[in-house]
């Protein structure tokens, strides 16, 4: 077996495929290995999707695999720099979206469907005119939509192109244990796979490991002394109401993008993730955390009656803190442990009340809970005061744009946790001050979402061939 390549990228998800793209585009002479600790993207399952309740799997075909938690997502590809991280800092507005354009190209060429929502559409000014009377900002951002059935024929396209390539491999269920540094310049990592310790030798590194890997990711700078800078911390619930209430939005948009200061705390909170006509979800992180997320399909036959969308508080702590990943674990931990190790449910209407929403109570609500497994409880017991106070305050407003979301009826699934690694400190490039190290993508804190990922490994592979 071969131990020896050119490039060695950690981590399967949107950054470390398209740094394999770039390169074998550029270059189709190097040696590059691709290693994830989560399964090839057609072995991949989730039994809560079959039996209606979470196995806690060593490794969560859900967040872990090729192409990372983008291969069960919805599939939204945000085609603007506004949306989906912070690639702006590190170039102009106007390189961020050529380079979004270049990537929406692959996925074009990969079968993406050629249907954007938001864009040139005087209904989208409408909205925003609407929403800004009462202190919302509608963030303008055209959409992409894949869907999930779409997303993942898109990404095993991706797979099946770059390892029909002789100098291209991808390692299945192995997993990063340490990185191998000398003299300020990275040599490759150590990798277990099959009950072995390999030691793989490489001249460049890319580090992609998805927030599935945030807190590996950190472990190691702390152990490389590799600076870091404290990122936002992003959590909330997932809201479900029926079509109804939200169709006007998301007729337009698909994904309307909603920023709301609360009244109380003046807190950020913002819409995430919007899905019509979709589901809720849930995911394990580590196989000790359960939080939630949704998704929907394209296929109008696959559509519920409900949609769904994140709502979360962002809030930055200043110094000490540095634990932004243990934080939201142990809210999420919280919400796990009253419901046995699942996702919680809870009416807007008995957590206004203060009470708890038992299965009596749910039964009597006419928005249905799309998942099944959740069990009824009190957010009230899991989120800070802080918190909950500016997701009502938040649903509040947002019902004056989309009446009916601030209703008894309305479900919200807790925790919605965003396991943001602190920001690793790149040039602009994405180069760490460790040489020929290189991290990007959700896991490093630099991006939060598909597209801006993709962008990333853009990037990176363009400079370690010196393409600019």
Known sequence: MQNKFDVLIIGAGPAGIFTALELNKMNNNLKILIVDKGRTIEKRTCPERTQGYCSKCSVCGITS???????????????????????????????A??????????????????VVFGLNNQRVEDIAYEASKHAIQLIACPVRHLGTEHAYTVLKGMHDFLTSKLHIEFWELTKAEELIVENGKVKGAIVSRK??????????????????GAEWLKQQTDKLEINTENNEVDIGVRVEVPNSI?????????????????????????????NPGGVVSGEQYDGDVAVVNGHSYADPQLKTQNTNFALLVSTRFTEPFNQPIEYGKYV??????????????????DLLKGRRTDYDRLKKSTTIPTLKSAVPGDLSYVLPERYLTSITETLRAFDKIAPGLYSRNTL?????????????????????????????????????????????????????????
């Open 195 to 212: 009950g072995e310790r390999l030691e793989i030798t490489a001249t460049y590194v890319v580090v992609a490991p998805g927030r599935g």
């Open 246 to 274: 939200m169709d006007h939005l998301t007729k337009d948009l698909y994904e309307a993008k909603l920023v709301y200061y609360s009244d109380t705390f003046d807190n950020k909170v913002r819409s995430f993730c919007m």
């Open 332 to 349: 999420a931990r919280l919400a796990n442990m009253l419901t046995g190790g699942g996702i919680m449910v809870q009416r807007l209407g």
């Open 97 to 114: 979206q050529e380079l979004i354009n270049y990537a929406d190209q692959y996925y074009l060429n990969f079968g993406a469907r050629d």
């Open 65 to 95: 695999g090729w192409s990372g938690a983008g291969a069960f997502s919805d599939g939204k590809l945000s085609l603007s720099p506004e949306v989906g991280g912070r690639i702006t800092d590190y170039m102009s507005q106007e390189e």
């Open 412 to 468: 919200l699934y807790g925790v919605e946790v965003k396991f943001y690694s602190s920001k690793v400190k790149v040039n602009n490039n994405f180069e760490t001050q460790i040489q020929n190290l290189y991290t990007i993508g959700d896991g490093a804190g630099i991006t939060r979402g598909l597209m801006q990922a993709s962008v990333t490994g853009i990037v990176v592979a363009r400079d370690i061939l010196n393409i600019g």
